[in-house]
């Protein structure tokens, strides 16, 4: 079992930056592949990018490629998702998952990830 807790959330204008944290327990965390989603009002939960066991390989979803930046360190047990060039569309609840499987992003489907943080919420002001 795996908890994942999720931080750095928060409001911002327009144009700023933000960066996630999420912790993760366990001594398993450097075997899992990791993603980040988000999910909007009204809306279903969205892929934003996902990162390989070691960090070499990242995805990432078609309407956040060139600004957010997926990034993980073993060590500390931790993923981070560097936002930036943010819109008011980007305003979410921003979510951490665990890939159990193998350690290689297998895709970027909600159901493939076994372990979910509680959410971090996210918003852009115009």
């Known amino acids: 079992q795996v908890q994942l807790v999720e931080s750095g959330g928060g409001l911002v204008q327009a144009g700023g930056s933000l960066r996630l944290s999420c912790a993760a327990s366990?001594?398993?965390?450097?075997?899992?592949?990791m993603g980040w989603f988000r999910q909007a009002p009204g809306k279903a939960r969205e892929f934003v990018a996902a990162i390989n066991w070691s960090g070499v390989t990242t995805y990432y979803g078609d309407s956040v490629k060139g600004r957010f930046t997926i990034s993980r360190d073993n060590a500390k047990n931790a993923v981070y998702l560097q936002m930036g060039s943010l819109k008011p569309e980007d305003t979410a609840v921003y979510y951490c998952?665990?890939?159990?499987?193998?350690?290689?992003?297998?895709?970027?489907?909600?159901?493939?990830?076994?372990?979910w943080g509680q959410g971090t919420q996210v918003t852009v002001s115009s």
């Open positions: 998952a665990a890939d159990k499987s193998n350690g290689v992003v297998r895709g970027t489907s909600a159901p493939l990830y076994n372990y």
């Open positions: 366990g001594r398993t965390f450097s075997t899992y592949a």
